[in-house]
């Protein structure tokens, strides 16, 4: 989807900024780009180069807020999922419209962090409810500038980029019961996985019961669906 709305063309040379596992890197070169990807996180990027091995694709470590490329490197530059996640964002933008030649698009996904992520929303407020501490967490989350509407476009505009357009993109996220959905916090991943109440067997039974009655709203254990709702932002880099 992220792709289709980059307007991504085969040939194109396409950074993959904070590229994770290669979800993206896998669609893009799909698409046909040439792409490179990168990330801090080593464990991500050696699982990505064992999935993605072709040769039309280079997988980096690396930080985004100082990318070893030179000047005008690719034709566009997408973040997706990452963008929210980096110390400071605005030089995230930088560095991609550095990297990006005077014409190239860059492009980013964030969550609709304020009413649009209902999967993960509906742990944090139970969560709350339960350990007030809690609340810390989800409301600096959820008070993210660039997770509300008209946020990551001001952004975008803040870095000089020009013909700033947003959108708003939804998918389905889709579980065949109670513990595939429960099993995607236990990994450790992302400030949910990170939450200690997670970790903390005694807290997370609880935790665990009270989310069991929330998913099921009632009836028997089973598949469930959420609509989960992105920000979608692209401008363009302007000439010199």
Partial sequence: MLVELAGVAAGERVLDVGCGPGELTLALRAAKATTTGIDLSAPYIEYARRRLA???VTLDVGDALNLPYPDSAFDRALSMLALDLFPDPQQALAEMRRVTRS???IVALVPDFRCGFAPFSMLWDTATALDPRASVVRDEQVSKAMGWPGGL???FRAA???DVKEERA???FEYTSFNDYWSTFLTGQGKLGGYRIIKAETQRRELE???RAVYACGMPDGPRAFTTWFWVVQGRVPAP
């Fill in 54 to 56: 072709d040769p039309a």
């Fill in 103 to 105: 014409g190239g698009a």
């Fill in 153 to 155: 476009a001001a952004l």
């Fill in 160 to 162: 000089r980029l020009i």
């Fill in 170 to 172: 939804s998918v389905l």
């Fill in 209 to 211: 019961r009270h989310m």
